[in-house]
Nanobody, 126 residues
Framework: QVQLVESGGGLVQAGGSLRLSCAAS????????MGWFRRVPGKEREFVAC????????DYADSVKGRFTISRDNAKNTVYLQMNSLKSEDTAVYYC???????????????????WGQGTQVTVSS
């Protein structure tokens, strides 16, 4: 198994920044593509960003492109989501997820990811 623990969420004013972290353990971290998703109660889970096992390829939802940056440090077994220019619409519970890197592509669909963290709340005030 892969165990994932998110941290870094909290309350921030619109226009501000947060950096989320996801610490992984249990497997070789560099074997996995990593993704960030978010969910608001009563709404479907939404893809945010993902990054390849090597960090060489990234993908972003249009709603966050240019504002959010996903990165990883395989030596620290950690993936990050730097969130800048935050908007009230970014308020959600954010989850990180791990996908064994055997597909040949970076998936956006949550069901393609086998392992999930517990989530961390991000609240952006207007």
């Amino acid at each position: 198994q892969v165990q994932l623990v998110e941290s870094g969420g909290g309350l921030v004013q619109a226009g501000g920044s947060l950096r989320l972290s996801c610490a992984a353990s249990g497997r070789i971290f560099s074997d996995y593509n990593m993704g960030w998703f978010r969910r608001v109660p009563g709404k479907e889970r939404e893809f945010v960003a993902c990054i390849s096992w090597s960090g060489g390829t990234t993908d972003y939802a249009d709603s966050v492109k240019g504002r959010f940056t996903i990165s990883r440090d395989n030596a620290k077994n950690t993936v990050y989501l730097q969130m800048n220019s935050l908007k009230s619409e970014d308020t959600a519970v954010y989850y990180c997820a791990a996908d064994l890197a055997i597909r040949g592509y970076l998936p956006r669909a949550g069901h393609e990811y086998a392992y999930w963290g517990q989530g961390t709340q991000v609240t952006v005030s207007s």
